[in-house]
């Protein structure tokens, strides 16, 4: 593996690169399935004991095949915003990156901005694509129609489509499984989804033409990490349900931020809140790779989409409303012909001093993340090459012993294999 942070954004395909086992053992792996895109039938995305969708192997890989996956890989690459971006941005901030414009606002369509997981900024600005000829399709999620705890990837050909998958799918979501046949469709499209599921994308553009020719767009939200589906699976057994009876599985929306609501094929309704859905925090169930996020807010977006509550949890229920980051010239076009169509509503412009506020976790795990690296590098493990995202930068805003503790911390769960997983495995 390379070096914890350089500045360059081109790296050569490595020469010793990590097998399928290595990078999800070693806590890598987000399950965003572009490694299963790339390789075909000899990789099986699965469901693990733990929850986790994890690509299995079906036969040993070649070296070519997976040198190109390393380079591809969340887990194994991520690279910053390209150099030219951060010097043309009208403001760069050393934790958020490069930003055009920063406002509060959300989805003009009332109906949108309901169902929406925060303000429906997000489908607000796909369904505005398709209306507007800039895309044919919106690739993102939506939850599964057999399995409605599950998420599958979608996508979108009409606003209604672009509806359905409104809302926040917490649990695991291979957005990129089939990204490969994406492509082969030769038309232009649009990618919401999470800040690493772009930065993949972002990595094959380095490999692949037919990226940067047809994904038009991708539009990010912050993220404060995907969590097992056993977080879910706990939901069912407290109210002493089963997966297959569910017909409905919604983790908020409808609402900002609405209800986590299970319903059952024989009509039964089940709801907790989002407080109580996420009050324990040792059961939140995040996975491995998004404890040592270097990008978990979309500094390789067009435009990335917040949550506007004051340190990243709602009051009660609160009014419909994102914090929107309009990172590139880009995003910028689109942001100012959405809100010129109608299609979003400003509500103020913000700043970086109040989404440091309202996303504090964010700071926190920007200025964390490169003596977490540095931890679990001192203790042997591989760590993925992080270009371009100035985290020693970050790591520089802490005090040294801030930085000491984060890095032991790291190295001492490495070591205990904590940072870790089992081998892929279907349940
Ligand atoms: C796992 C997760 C963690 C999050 N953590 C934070 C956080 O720490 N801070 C914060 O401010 N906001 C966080 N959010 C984002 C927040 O919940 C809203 O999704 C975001 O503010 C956009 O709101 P919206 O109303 O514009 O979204 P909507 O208009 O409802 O659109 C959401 C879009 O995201 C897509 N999507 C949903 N879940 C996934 C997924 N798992 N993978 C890929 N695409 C998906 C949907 O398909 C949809 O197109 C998180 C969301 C998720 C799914
Ligand atoms: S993060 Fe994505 S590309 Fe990397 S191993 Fe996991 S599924 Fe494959
Ligand atoms: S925290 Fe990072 S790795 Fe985890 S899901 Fe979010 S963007 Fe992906």
Known sequence: ???????????????????????????????????????????????????????????ALDKPTLARINAVCPGTRIAGPPPAQMNDATLTDTVWGPVERLVLGRAADPMVRFVGSGGGTQTALGQF???????????????SQSMPMRTERQLSFDAASV??????????????????????????????A????????????????????????????????????????????????REDELSLFRYRGHGNPGLNRIETEDGRAFEISYRQLWEDEDKWMIQPRCKICPDAIGHVADIAVSDAWLNGGPAVEDEPLNGIIVRTKRGLELFDAAVEAGALEIKRESNIAEISELQSHQVRKRRAVWARLTGMAIAGKPVPSVTGLAL???????????NLAEGRGARDRARRGRLGEPPAMPR
């Open 194 to 241: 999470k800040p690493c599921d772009i930065t993949a994308v972002r990595n094959l553009a380095r490999l692949d033409p037919r990226v940067d020719e047809r994904m038009r767009y991708a539009l990010a939200f912050v993220c404060g990490g995907a969590s097992d589906l056993t977080k879910s699976e706990q939901v069912l057994h407290r109210f002493g349900l």
């Open 392 to 402: 020693r930068d970050c790591a520089a805003q802490n005090s040294p012993a801030e």
């Open 163 to 192: 509806l359905e998958g409104a809302g926040s799918r917490y649990g695991p979501a291979a957005t990129l499984v089939d990204f490969n046949d994406v492509l082969d469709r030769g038309e232009p499209f649009a990618l919401i």
């Open 129 to 143: 694509l398709l209306s507007s000829g800039r895309v044919k399709f919106v690739l993102h999620v939506a939850a």
């Open 1 to 59: 593996m390379g070096p914890i942070e350089t500045s360059c954004s081109q790296a050569p395909l490595a020469a010793d690169p990590l097998t399928l086992g290595e990078i999800v053992e070693n806590g890598l792996c987000i399950g965003c399935g572009l490694c299963r895109s790339m390789a075909g039938r000899d990789v099986e995305m699965v469901m693990t004991p733990e929850g986790r969708e994890r690509p299995m192997a079906l036969r």
